[in-house]
């Protein structure tokens, strides 16, 4: 055997014993400190673990929030086409009624716009053959008197029957 140091531990129970200390509360106060250590050791596992699934909770609701954001968009989009749909319907069920000319698409940024433009169009032409005035299509729709009948006449010119 060669002369090296004692471990801590070592020690302890030798000073323990010195002092007059009873092998058995030795005993348990050393399995006492045991346990104390591994449930630290436990415990440091434990909160690290915490704080990676609370770093995946945080990435992954901020993916919740951009994915919520996106379907508030394609909610609104798909209510616009529905809206499309419903008048492109109202149209085309009219006894006597063609269905409007595409207009070709120039930019594809501009799409929404001209969507919502054909949308204004569909509706002008649909009060226009329930019988509303343009006046009452201006007012029904928000929107100036000058734009309806430019719009009515643009879609005569197209090849559309008004009334």
Do not use: F, W
Not at 6 to 28: D, I, Q, R, Y
Not at 135 to 158: D, F, N, W, Y
Request: proline share 5%; glycine share 8%; charged share 30%.
């Amino acid at each position: 055997m060669g002369c090296g140091r004692l471990p801590v531990e070592a020690l302890e129970v030798l000073l323990a014993l010195l002092a007059g200390v009873s092998l058995g509360t030795l005993l348990s106060t050393i399995a006492y400190h045991r346990r104390v250590s591994t449930l630290e050791a436990r415990l440091g596992r434990l909160e690290a673990e915490l704080q990676g699934l609370k770093d995946v909770a945080a990435e992954r609701g901020s993916r919740l929030g951009l994915l919520e954001s996106r379907l508030q968009e394609i909610e609104a989009q798909l209510a616009r086409v529905g809206e499309t749909l419903s008048t492109i319907q109202d149209i085309v069920l009219q006894p006597g009624s063609e269905p409007p000319t595409p207009s070709p698409r120039r930019d594809p940024s501009l799409e929404d716009e001209e969507e919502d433009e054909d949308l204004i169009n569909l509706k002008i032409l649909a009060l226009r053959r329930q019988g509303y005035s343009i006046r009452q299509i201006a007012r029904e729709l928000g929107i100036p008197k000058s734009t309806v009948h430019k719009r009515l006449k643009r879609l005569q010119e197209r090849g559309l029957r008004i009334h």
